[in-house]
């Protein structure tokens, strides 16, 4: 794209037209049509994404399905600034915002996930079924004063179907290229009237793979998955309600996506079986009420429980040169108490928190320097924290909001075969914004926040001696325009931020399989985002996002290796969209949408790459009746290849996935 070729100075003044040419169409009222009212829940309060001191994206459920999105990596194509390390295996995601991201041996994220506020803190199980559906908000930023560790540069909150008196049953059946076949249903019903609702939804799906497997013939990464979601709540009084949800997945995959890096073609030719036979339960409990007085409390009680069963070839030859495999039990029990109010224009919102960790870990690698390595360990943690966050009106249209969090983390592990070691950090995390609500429904802020990922041990490794690791803090300050016209055909938003990243921490791995993490590096990271929905007419809609991003060492040594200056791993300098929408008044639509990815290092001596790429998707709806519709996508419409070469340290490419063609058919029962 012509834009990598610009110079800073041309990039900055591109970038401040841009902010121009937004506020001028912001300006504009004579649009006829309007685009639905944005409320968010950034600060665990829903309020509208013109009022909130966040940069958020919201995208619904009914868009995600008819544009074929089902995944939760598939939102980088919609989302811009959100991107997945190339990992290439089901159930696992390691997300990248604002250049900063988590390895997975870490057992923790840079971005919280919260399904139903039940929290998601590591890549392992970071995923979530489309079906039935709300909405999924994506807040960049640190987020740790409100939301807790590990929502270090941001939080990606999906929300349910309202459980309510809006009765519902849908089928669906869809067919795709590689033999894909899924079935998905939902129904919500209301058990007694204004009392008791509840609501089941599923999905499974299988598809072939489309890596060779020489030996064997066929496919080696074919896939398949299940899962299962359930609510009941209960409606006590006009005040108080109860909500029980329990969730379940299951995968039985084949092999990870993949290959050797020395061989240009998408096969392998392993004698060594790979697999991923993961799986997780989640229950969680939320009670609401909301007292005379309007002050509103809040708890949400989770239990989180995922099985990581993979076995995987690493010299993708016949014999049993090298391999890795896992066989991970992570259990994860928290509580949350809090309580939000409004008093003569001050908004407020107190809280408490707890978090129990109980990790049973199985880390076994074969490989031709090391040998078998079979390690067994058990690690424990804890978290109690305490936040808080109150907003107050200044003079004329100005306001103050601050807040913070102090939390005590702790960690325990007891390797099979060596004595117990532990540690404990205590944080705190503070956030303050003014704001400027300078027109109706136009905003200018100015904040300073802090966000951390916690620290621990590297429990997989003997050979660094468990060595502890410690935090990684952020230290960002951020400015921003955003807002919509008064008819709502235009929404805007546009973010720059500074953050610097204290004790970052950084993979060492001096072999496949072999991978410990330190403390080894600062960094700063310095971009800007910006986003534009546009209703061109009652029936065009152009929705847009340009995210710039620059996240560089300032200072990491390794050995004899000097990184500083280079750019971090899985870090895109550019990331966007563009995407029109046509919607017919005979409840038709058609979208189409082109995605960019710059290149990205795939290691911190940045010598392998995932090249950028773009992508044309494509995705129509059509309703064959009031009961019965038809939707259909093409993904990666030109095929382009965009596979990540040299991954795990120049052993490994991930191969991208193919052009995908598929059809749905939902009957609404």
């Not at 009222?29 to 009022?51: F, G, R, Y």
């Not at 060595?467 to 008064?486: C, F």
Request: glycine share 8%; aromatic share 12%; net charge negative.
């Amino acid at each position: 794209m012509k834009i990598e070729t610009l110079n800073p100075t041309l990039k900055s003044r591109a970038l401040v037209m841009c902010v121009i040419s937004f506020n001028v169409m912001a300006a504009d009222d004579s649009a006829n049509s309007s685009l639905p009212i944005m409320m968010v829940t950034a600060d665990k309060v829903e309020q509208p994404q013109t009022e909130t001191s966040r940069n958020v994206t919201k995208v619904y459920g009914e868009d995600l399905q008819q544009s074929g999105v089902d995944s939760l990596d598939q939102l980088e194509g919609i989302v811009s600034g959100l991107n997945f390390q190339p990992f290439g295996q089901s159930g696992v995601n390691s997300p990248v915002i604002r250049g900063v991201t988590s390895n997975m041996n870490a057992f923790s994220s840079s971005v919280l996930l919260l399904v139903d506020g039940v929290p998601t803190l590591m890549a392992q199980g970071f995923d979530s079924s489309f079906v039935d559906v709300k909405s999924v908000e994506v807040a960049r930023g640190p987020q740790t004063a409100v939301y807790g560790h590990n929502a270090e540069t941001g939080v990606i909150s999906i929300v349910s179907n309202d459980l309510d008196e809006t009765e519902r049953t849908e089928l669906s059946f869809g067919v795709g290229s590689r033999n894909k076949h899924t079935v998905g249903f939902l129904t919500s019903q209301e058990l007694s009237p204004n009392t008791l609702y509840a609501s089941v939804s599923g999905e499974y799906v299988e598809q072939d793979g489309f890596i060779d497997q020489d030996t064997t013939g066929g496919k080696a990464d074919d896939r398949e998955h299940y899962n299962l979601n359930t609510g009941l709540k209960w409606v006590a009084s006009d005040q108080t309600d109860m909500t029980i949800r329990f969730r379940s997945v299951d995968y039985d995959d084949g092999a990870a996506l993949w290959g050797s890096a020395t061989t240009e073609n998408i096969g392998v030719s392993s004698g060594t079986d790979s697999w991923n036979r993961s799986s997780g339960q989640s229950l969680s409990f939320k009670v609401n009420h909301t007292n005379d007085s309007g002050i509103h409390f809040s708890s949400i009680t989770a239990y989180n429980d995922y099985s990581d069963d993979v076995q995987q070839d690493t010299d993708f030859q016949t014999s049993e040169v090298g391999y890795i495999a896992r066989d991970n039990r992570f259990k994860t029990f928290s509580q949350e108490f809090k309580m939000d109010g409004e008093n003569q224009g001050n908004s407020w919102l107190f809280g408490g928190y707890f978090e129990q960790q109980d990790y049973d870990l199985r880390a076994i690698s074969q490989s031709y320097y090391y040998g078998l390595s079979d390690l067994r360990t058990k690690q424990e943690g804890s978290t109690y924290a305490l936040f808080g966050n109150i907003s107050k009106p200044l003079i004329s249209t100005w306001s103050l909001s601050g807040g913070a969090r102090i939390a005590r983390d702790k960690v325990k592990i007891t390797p099979e075969s060596s004595y117990s070691r532990e540690d404990g950090w205590t944080n705190f995390t503070p956030q303050i914004t003014i704001k400027d609500q300078y027109r109706k429904n136009h905003q200018f802020y100015l904040s300073y926040s802090e966000g951390v990922r916690t620290g621990g041990f590297n429990s997989t490794t003997a050979s660094a001696n468990y060595r502890e690791y410690d935090p990684e803090t952020v230290h960002s300050i951020e400015m921003g325009l955003k807002g919509e016209n008064l008819t709502r055909s235009v929404q805007y938003a546009v973010a720059a931020y500074h953050m610097e990243i204290d004790d970052m921490q950084v993979m060492q791995m001096p072999s496949v399989g072999v991978i410990y993490l330190t403390n080894a590096a600062e960094a700063t990271s310095d971009g800007v985002e910006l986003s534009l929905n546009y209703l061109l007419s009652s029936n065009w809609q152009l929705q847009t996002g340009i995210a710039w991003n620059r996240t560089r060492f300032d200072d990491y040594t390794y050995g004899s290796s000097d990184y500083s200056g280079n750019t971090n791993p899985f870090a895109p300098e550019w990331n966007g969209h563009v995407t029109l929408r046509y919607d017919d008044d005979e409840d038709w639509n058609v979208m189409v949408s082109t995605v960019y990815n710059s290149k990205v290092y795939l290691d911190a001596g940045n010598n392998y790459q995932q090249d950028g790429y773009n992508l044309i998707n494509l995705s129509a709806s059509y309703p064959l009746s009031e009961r019965a519709s038809l939707s259909g996508y093409i993904n990666n419409l030109a095929d382009k290849e965009y596979n990540a070469v040299g991954y795990q340290n120049g052993y490994v490419t991930v191969y991208s996935p193919p052009r995908e063609i598929g059809l749905k058919f939902t009957m609404r029962l």
